[in-house]
Structures are given as C-alpha cells and as structure tokens.
C-alpha cells in the first residue's frame, strides 16, 4: 500500500489486508481507490471529510478526543495489541499515534482535532501507522472475519465446504474456536467435579441426544405433510360424492402448521415408551441417563441441582 493511503480509508472501517489484492491498481488515484474500497470492502458507496469526521466523533460532542483518535487507528483491538511486545509498549504506541495526529490537525493546542481543524487540513494529513499495527480495526474478531475474509472469499455454497475453508485465516479462526470450547469444558468439569474426558463425553451425548431428537421431530414433520398431500381435504374426501353434491356437511380436519405447534405436542410423544416417569414401576427412582432427564415430571429434586455424581 502507498504512503498515505490507509489512514484515511483503513480508518474508517476495518480492514484485514487477508490474501493481499487490496492495494491501489496501478495508476489509480486515491480518490478512485478510495470509492472502489469503500463500495467493494464495506459497501459504502459515497463519503466525505465531515461524513468521515462524524462516524469518529463517538460522543457526538464535535471534536475528536485522544481516546476517539485511538479508535480511528484501532489502536486498542486485538490484532494490534498481538502486534505489541507488552502493556508498556503497547501504552508508548498509543502515546505515539495521538501526540503524532494531534501535532499535524491540533491547531490551537487544546488537545483536541475540532471538526474545522480536520476540514481546514484534510483527511490526507493523518498519518499511516499500518507499520505499527494501527490498522483501524473496529469490530470484535467475528465481525472482521466475515467482513474481510468470509464474505470475501466463503460468499457462495461452492466455497463453503469443508474443503474450502483451507486458508491460514481459516485455520486460525477455527484454532481460536476450539481453544474457547476447550477452556468451556475445562470450566465445566471443574465445576461438576468431573474429569474433562468425562465432561467431553456427556458434551456429545447431549449433543447426539438432542441430533436424535431433532431427526425424530423432522421425520414426523414430512410423515404429516406427505399425509395432507395424500388426502387435501381430510380424511373424509373418498366419501365424497365424485359429482362434489352434498359438500356442505362434509367434515375437513385441519392439520394445525408446524410453527404453532405446542413445544408439548412436538415433543412430548418421542420416545415415551422407554422412557418412563419417575417413581413408576419396580425400579423406583432411577439416575438419569440423559442431560434432559434431569427436568422430567417426578425427577427427584436432588436430580435437578446437584455438582457432581458423586454428591448424592
């Protein structure tokens, strides 16, 4: 990228230089570079100096304040804290970035940039610090993933496979997934007082537990729509006369839509006949065998809240 380029365009929104490309064409100008990033990386198609200051003037207060020049920059995002050594160092490059923009638009030295101070020196006059990692990131890490690299290169079902998810900031997005779920897990066991093996194993029954169950309600789903397909107008249709005489006292039942279904009656049916209430029959109560049988009818209440298997 060229000298003073991304601080006015990688500012004022987010932008992660993923697979390179996003540079100037050769013999554009910044102006045209500027309406073709904008239009193609964040889909804003015209903007101006006091557009730009207004979108960084977070307090509305009309003036940028060494906090709000910080977030032009990002300074304070993740991808440029990875960038600095420590706190300390961190500190000393927002320290350098806000006493270099204030130096440049600051005119009266009151440690602020007003609106007419950024108009009078343009929005070429702040600085690039892309060699220090200020890149003007905004959003969170999800956010700027999709911005700028899924809805880039994963838009179309062709390129979000499994297979297509191979670039280093694929990798690197997932990596960061499963150490959150891992440190979930961990969480998890040290509260139930149980092994992380053990945590991992309940974790994938409940999950294929609630797969099952979901199968189940959508296998019902299409055995009722292929039925009202079937017969349209209830069950009483072959009764009909053939010549549609006598319509009026026919009796229609009307199949209820699957979105206004009681959550009972979509799934209080599945799997009762193994499944039976608590207390009923010789075996007496019984430990649960499932994560969702701890809310049944009857469940004894030291079922419901307890920490770990062996507290009872």
Same mark, same amino acid.
């Given at each position: 990228?060229?000298? &003073? &380029?991304?601080?006015?365009?990688?500012?004022?929104?987010?932008?992660?230089?993923?697979?390179?490309?996003?540079?100037?064409?050769?013999?554009?100008?910044?102006?045209?570079?500027?309406?073709?990033?904008?239009?193609?990386?964040? $889909?804003?198609? @015209?903007? @101006?100096?006091?557009?730009?200051?207004?979108?960084?003037?977070?307090?509305?207060?009309? !003036?940028?304040?060494? +906090?709000?020049?910080?977030?032009?920059?990002?300074? $304070? $995002?993740?991808?440029?804290?990875?960038?600095?050594?420590?706190?300390?160092?961190?500190?000393?490059? /927002?320290?350098?970035?806000?006493?270099?923009?204030?130096?440049?638009?600051? %005119?009266?030295?009151?440690?602020?940039?007003?609106?007419?101070?950024?108009?009078?020196?343009?929005?070429?006059?702040?600085?690039?610090?892309?060699?220090?990692?200020?890149?003007?990131?905004?959003?969170?890490?999800?956010?700027?993933?999709?911005?700028?690299?899924?809805?880039?290169?994963?838009?179309?079902?062709?390129?979000?496979?499994?297979?297509?998810?191979?670039?280093?900031? @694929?990798?690197?997005?997932?990596?960061?997934?499963? /150490?959150?779920?891992?440190?979930?897990?961990?969480?998890?066991?040290? !509260?139930?007082?149980?092994?992380?093996? +053990?945590?991992?194993?309940?974790?994938?029954?409940?999950?294929?537990?609630?797969? %099952?169950?979901?199968? +189940?309600?959508?296998?019902?789903?299409?055995?009722?729509?292929?039925?009202?397909?079937?017969?349209?107008?209830?069950?009483?249709?072959?009764?009909?006369?053939?010549?549609?005489?006598?319509?009026?006292?026919?009796?229609?039942?009307?199949?209820?839509?699957?979105?206004?279904?009681?959550?009972?009656?979509?799934?209080?049916? &599945?799997?009762?006949?193994?499944?039976?209430? *608590?207390?009923?029959? @010789? +075996?007496?109560?019984?430990?649960?065998?499932?994560?969702?049988? %701890?809310?049944?009818?009857?469940?004894?209440?030291?079922?419901?809240?307890?920490?770990? *298997?062996?507290?009872?």
């Amino acid at each position: 990228m060229k000298g &003073l &380029l991304a601080a006015s365009l990688l500012s004022l929104y987010p932008f992660v230089a993923a697979h390179g490309g996003h540079g100037p064409d050769s013999g554009e100008t910044i102006q045209q570079y500027a309406r073709r990033h904008m239009a193609t990386e964040h $889909h804003i198609a @015209d903007f @101006d100096i006091r557009s730009f200051f207004q979108l960084h003037d977070l307090n509305r207060d009309g !003036y940028w304040s060494r +906090e709000e020049i910080e977030a032009i920059y990002g300074v $304070h $995002h993740i991808y440029s804290q990875k960038k600095s050594k420590d706190d300390e160092e961190h500190q000393k490059k /927002a320290d350098h970035i806000t006493s270099k923009v204030l130096g440049i638009l600051d %005119r009266d030295n009151d440690g602020m940039v007003s609106a007419k101070e950024f108009q009078k020196a343009g929005m070429d006059a702040l600085p690039n610090f892309d060699d220090l990692g200020a890149e003007g990131h905004h959003y969170d890490v999800e956010s700027e993933f999709f911005l700028h690299h899924e809805e880039q290169f994963h838009s179309t079902p062709e390129t979000q496979t499994d297979e297509s998810y191979n670039h280093p900031e @694929d990798i690197e997005h997932f990596a960061h997934h499963e /150490a959150i779920e891992s440190s979930e897990i961990k969480k998890e066991a040290a !509260y139930q007082g149980i092994s992380v093996e +053990e945590a991992v194993h309940i974790q994938e029954d409940a999950a294929k537990d609630a797969q %099952r169950q979901y199968d +189940e309600y959508q296998k019902k789903l299409r055995e009722e729509a292929k039925g009202a397909r079937e017969d349209p107008e209830g069950t009483d249709a072959g009764k009909r006369d053939p010549e549609g005489a006598g319509m009026e006292g026919m009796k229609v039942n009307r199949v209820t839509k699957p979105e206004k279904l009681d959550p009972a009656s979509k799934f209080g049916s &599945l799997n009762k006949e193994d499944r039976a209430e *608590w207390g009923a029959g @010789d +075996e007496g109560y019984k430990a649960p065998k499932a994560p969702g049988d %701890r809310i049944r009818k009857n469940a004894p209440y030291k079922y419901k809240f307890r920490r770990s *298997w062996g507290d009872f």
